[in-house]
């Protein structure tokens, strides 16, 4: 069992050991943060994320770069870009010399939105203009703001979901997902929850929902909202990667409501996942 403080670290219990009497608590700092002296007082919640892949416990930070000097009404600013970072380190490992190891970073200006075929990825048209404090266009994945980082669950793949907005107040979000691995964007997807849910506050979290979700057996079957496109033209081609699930979650006193967005498949070419992990499927479902 594991408690974690995402300003802090992590503390480890065995709840069930061999000797009864041997139940003792463990800490594990989480790795220094991004630019330590370029700070944004927020929670641990709008910038960070933990979560146990597989075999390994994965932590990811992305910090936004402030330009200096654009500090503007009600807490506003302008951002030169933002730095995403992905660490990991065995889940089953109790030995104090075991450390993090960084398996990715990317910085905003490396993320293309193209692939190799130059196709434009999917919903990057749903993003908005961005303009800095004196009305200069910005490049867009350098001039957003972003926050609220989300660990994928599926073994092998190395997406990071982020929130999106034209600045931490504006009353429209987006979730962008970013292969960390390639650096390039995934796809894009409207958060339609934003009106809701002031700066990056908690909005939604992963899931494995899906993997509890059965089709009645000799069916092959798409389950979508009625109206979407199912992505790649055809209901019978389930992607390599299942889609990530996220719980919309306001304190607003509102119901949350679910949504799954699809985004293309992910292969990887990673030699430490059995096939069995690589290859789980799930039905593609977006409920609201």
Request: aromatic fraction near 8%; charged fraction near 25%; glycine fraction near 8%.
């Amino acid at each position: 069992m594991a408690w974690v403080d995402l300003m802090r670290g992590i503390i480890l219990c065995d709840v069930l050991p061999l000797d009864d009497d041997a139940k003792t608590l463990r800490y594990i700092p989480l790795p220094d943060p991004i630019r330590p002296d370029d700070t944004i007082d927020e929670s641990g919640g709008m910038y960070r994320d933990v979560a146990v892949v597989g075999s390994r416990i994965k932590y990811a930070e992305v910090k936004m770069h402030v330009r200096p000097g654009s500090a503007g009404p009600k807490g506003s600013f302008t951002i030169d870009g933002w730095t995403a970072v992905v660490w990991s380190r065995p889940a089953n490992s109790f030995k104090e010399s075991t450390t993090w190891g960084k398996d990715h970073e990317v910085h905003a200006h490396q993320v293309s939105f193209v692939d190799g075929k130059n196709k434009t990825a999917p919903g990057f048209e749903l993003l908005p203009a961005v303009v800095d404090h004196q009305g200069n266009p910005q490049p867009t994945l350098v001039g957003i703001h972003v926050g609220h980082p989300k660990l994928s669950l599926s073994v092998g793949d190395n997406t990071l979901y982020l929130m999106a907005k034209v600045n931490r107040w504006y009353d429209k979000a987006w979730v962008i997902a970013v292969d960390m691995k390639n650096k390039r964007l995934r796809g894009v997807a409207e958060f339609g929850g934003a009106p809701r849910c002031s700066a990056f506050l908690h909005a939604y979290r992963q899931s494995r929902i899906s993997e509890h979700l059965n089709v009645s057996q000799g069916t092959k079957s798409h389950l979508k909202r009625p109206g979407m496109p199912l992505p790649h033209g055809s209901s019978h081609k389930k992607p390599e990667i299942p889609p990530h699930h996220v719980m919309h979650h306001c304190p607003s006193g509102q119901n949350p409501r679910a949504t799954w967005p699809t985004f293309p498949a992910q292969t990887t070419d990673d030699e430490d996942y059995d096939d069995d992990e690589r290859t789980r499927m799930a039905d593609d479902m977006d409920l609201e």
